[in-house]
T-cell receptor, first 114, second 115 residues
């Protein structure tokens, strides 16, 4: 069964450093998403991406964040200058078009900012 | 704005007994409703969804959920719990009429099934 994959599984970085989290969505999906889950809290939407552009973003997704689909398979989330409060589990998800269609989530990348 | 409430942080049930995990939602339009499960160190796995039609929807692993529009609820149920059902369960909603695909999640309910 096809699945969303994410690398790395765990990333440790120093405050102020740039990080890139990588995702490979399911191959026939056209919508891509990033969510984050701070330890012990709810899963929060960050951004959605369709047709090579951002379609929605939350208040969390400020100028420090960017997304890119550099080729036909990868979908990346970049945090330009990490802060301590960026420490969280970051989930990538993908779906086929259609609002009623479920999103399929990857296993997540745990980001720890020191 | 859309929101989801999962009033219980934890639900404890004995194996073989029925289980219910509660969820209520708020959207300005009509809802699409989803349940996801998260096992330790894993991503979110889709269980079931309500889009339209029959208020009782059936999903993976014997789970089902009942959509109740008047009570704005979408409780997750299973007739007979298994120890392997122990996990974190998330309810999520999307506003059908908003034109957006954003999912809003509840805070999650930990289900513990004892042998």
């Amino acid at each position: 069964e096809p699945e969303v994959t994410q690398t790395p599984s765990h990333q440790v970085t120093q405050m102020g450093q740039e990080v890139i989290l990588r995702c490979v969505p399911i191959s026939n999906h056209l919508y891509f998403y990033w969510y984050r889950q701070i330890l012990g809290q709810k899963v929060e939407f960050l951004v959605s991406f369709y047709n090579n552009e951002i379609s929605e973003k939350s208040e969390i997704f400020d100028d420090q964040f960017s997304v890119e689909r550099p080729d036909g398979s990868n979908f990346t989330l970049k945090i330009r200058s990490t802060k301590l409060e960026d420490s969280a589990m970051y989930f990538c998800a993908s779906s086929v078009p259609g609002q009623g269609n479920e999103q399929f989530f990857g296993p997540g990348t745990r980001l720890t900012v020191l | 704005a859309q929101s989801v409430a999962q009033p219980e942080d934890q639900v404890n049930v004995a194996e073989g007994n029925p289980l219910t995990v509660k969820c209520t939602y708020s959207v300005s339009g009509n809802p699409y409703l989803f349940w996801y499960v998260q096992y330790p160190n894993r991503g979110l796995q889709f269980l079931l969804k309500y889009i339209t039609g029959d208020n009782l929807v059936k999903g993976s692993y014997g789970f089902e959920a009942e959509f109740n529009k008047s009570q704005t609820s979408f409780h997750l149920k299973k007739p007979s719990a298994l120890v392997s059902d122990s996990a974190l369960y998330f309810c999520a909603v999307r506003d059908m009429d908003s034109g957006y695909s954003t999912l809003t999640f509840g805070k999650g309910t930990m289900l513990l099934v004892s042998p």
